[in-house]
């Protein structure tokens, strides 16, 4: 497969399948569109298009885990005794040992998934492969039973639990639209923190970003992680080192490579999903929003504001403090 597309449109898919194993009909089709890798299998990313009524079982992982971006329609998330609908722009994580289920409530509902260490769509399409060369075997309630196997990582399947309804606010692997674990204004930009590095194993933090017309994130070419950005709604232009610049709208995908510089200018109002930010930027937000108060004039010090970011491991220069 390829993984090297940087600009990746909402139909530029590696796979197009069925996906919940439940039996209801009609299946929902999972769009793949970024396999995992390094040692953390960051990025695995795809689409799932569900029509009211499927619905994916109760279980939880022992490893890995998943970052949910609901990006339509209405998505009932079960967990813990729970049960709350997430819509557009609502995100779910689920870490491990977090058992959970979600039923689609109704048309067109869909949901970017973004896995960490989970391998689930690759090891999807290894199962496809199975069940279309033994098929027979494949899909035996006893050979199922055996394989429910997800990259080594027990896939526990339960009943479905009872479930009271609550807001999604009250659901705490629901981060709404609105809400974040921490937020930080500055001109032309607020930023949201919506899942944290220690619901990661420390391997990486997602941030919502929103941006008014004219502001601009910049990275040289020692910029050290690759860059995964969701465009929610809006656009922007983006330019990289040797290639010709473009233009990426709401529901692309931008996947940069690391070591190559570039620079990403807001056209409208954006919101922008960075969805693997490996880099400190709450530490690195911490201080600069310490700074913000204490000594504004040293963010406008921009041998100062690189000190802060190199300290802080966080490598992206924001347009103006
Ligand atoms: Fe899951």
Redesign the pocket.
Known sequence: MDNTRIHITPDDVLADFDEIPDGSEPRSRCKYYIEPYGIHGINEACEANYYPGNR?PY???VSGF?TFLVDGGAIEVLTLSKKAVARKGDIVH?TPYTP?SIHALEEDSKWRAFHQGLW?VATMIDERALQSRHGDVALSPEFRAANTMRNGSK?FDYLTPECRDVSPDNLPCIRTLESALACYDFDGISLKLKVGRWETLGVKEVWQLELKPGYTLSWDEMHPFTHLYDVFSGSVRVTLEGMEPFTARARDLVHIPKFLAGKIETLEDTILLDMGCQGFLTRFMDAANTYKTTDPAKLKDAAFVQELMTKHDYHVLFGAF
Do not use: A, K, R, Y
């Open positions: 994916v279980h939880e992982h998943e689920i959970h689930l896939w």
